[in-house]
Each structure stands twice: as C-alpha cells, then as structure tokens.
C-alpha cells in the first residue's frame, strides 16, 4: 500500500509569509504527528491529531498550528514566517495515537525561508 | 536540555569496520526506538526495544537497552556503504510524543 505522502517536496518562502503544508497518512491509519527537524535541534514534535481532534502539541509558538480532516488527511500551517522556521517538516502516520505503536514517516516538505 | 544525548554526532568509517552507536538519558523510559533516515526520506523504524537488558539482533545490527531503561546502543558489524544514514533514537514515555536524540550521522566508505 501506498507510503505516507506530502506535499509539496519543496517550498522557498520569504520572511512574514505563511505557508500550508499537507500530509497523505497511509490509507487506514487515524493518527498524524507533525515533526520540525533541524541539523540544530534534531527532530522536534509539533502536534498530533486523531478523529480531527489535537491530542498533543509540542513546545512551537501559536504561528504553527495545524488541522486533520475527516478522511485523516492532516495540514499544518506557519504564519508570519521566520528565518528559524527553515526546516524538514516530517508528517508521521500510524493506526493509532498510543505512542508506542509504530509511526510511517513520510519523506518531508523541506521548506526555506529568505 | 537534550533529553537524549547521541554519540558521536558524526562517524566515518571505512566497509567492513563495527562501530557502536550510544543513545543515553537521565529519564525512564518504557521503550526505546531506532531509527535510520536516508537524505530525502523520513526516518524509518528499525526496532523497538522494551525491556530492560534486552537485545535485539537485525542481521548485522545489535541494539540493547539498558538495565535501568534509559540507555541504548547500537553496533553494527562489518558496516557496508549501505549502511550509511543518519540513525536516531527515540524514547517512549506513556502517551506523551517521542523524544527523539539529535542523531548520529554515519558515513560508510568503500
């Protein structure tokens, strides 16, 4: 079956635009995580949504937020960007929201911001 | 403050040497996982590991988790080039999210 997929790969914005971020979770899977990573801070949790509801969210000011639908699709958004926002944004899908299941990266939208 | 410390950071080997990969805590945790990423691609599970003492073969990987739960280590043997990528630890603790480490990046050349 298909992977976890996001869109787009690539994005080059310029500092105090906003940007939308989409994820594909692995058909069947309800949960969606969302990751920052950095070559400085390494990986670092943003949110996770399950049933379109945010069951957690990780220590990122309130310009990122995010949102799931109801087929489990996910998007996450950054508004008033920052050069620091320049980063992989890795979606993460698994069955459920316990931490311990396993979690199905997807590749990444790797965004930078001028 | 990192939760979980890797090391090396960084590790260049030549085919065929072992080398040990170290993912360490002050913190519990009731499992730990490993991951491997490849440039252009997300992490991918390797293994979780859950009780204390534990090991875990892979073919050529071995992970271990600590006695006390809040370490791990990871060795592989006779690396290959493919072996090559970023390896990351995570720890589970209840339902709060992961905790990833910030990595070890390692180079395997032929």
């Known amino acids: 079956k298909a992977g976890v997929t996001q869109t787009p790969r690539y994005l080059i914005k310029t500092r105090g635009q906003q940007v939308t971020l989409s994820c594909s979770p692995i058909s069947g899977h309800r949960s969606v995580s969302w990751y920052q990573q950095t070559p400085g801070q390494g990986l670092q949790f943003l949110f996770e949504y399950f049933s379109e509801t945010q069951r957690n969210k990780g220590n990122f000011p309130g310009r990122f937020s995010g949102r799931q639908f109801s087929n489990s699709r996910s998007e996450m958004n950054v508004s008033t960007l920052e050069l620091g926002d320049s980063a992989l944004y890795l979606c993460?899908?698994?069955?459920?929201?316990?931490?311990?299941?396993?979690?199905?990266f997807g590749p990444g939208t790797r965004l930078t911001v001028l | 403050t990192q939760l979980l410390e890797q090391s090396p950071q960084f590790l260049s080997i030549q085919e065929g040497e072992n080398l040990t990969v170290y993912c360490n805590s002050s913190s519990v945790f009731s499992s730990l996982q490993w991951y491997r990423q490849e440039p252009g691609e997300g992490p991918v599970l390797l293994v979780t590991v859950v009780t204390g003492g534990e090991v875990k073969k892979l073919k050529r990987l071995t992970f271990q988790f600590g006695d006390a739960r809040k370490d791990s280590s990871l060795h592989i043997t006779a690396a290959q080039p493919g072996d090559t990528g970023l390896y990351l630890c995570?720890?589970?603790?209840?339902?709060?999210?992961?905790?990833f480490g910030k990595g070890t990046r390692l180079s395997v050349i032929a």
């Open positions: 995570a720890g589970v603790r209840g339902n709060t999210p992961l905790v």
């Open positions: 993460a899908s698994s069955l459920l929201p316990r931490t311990d299941n396993e979690q199905f």
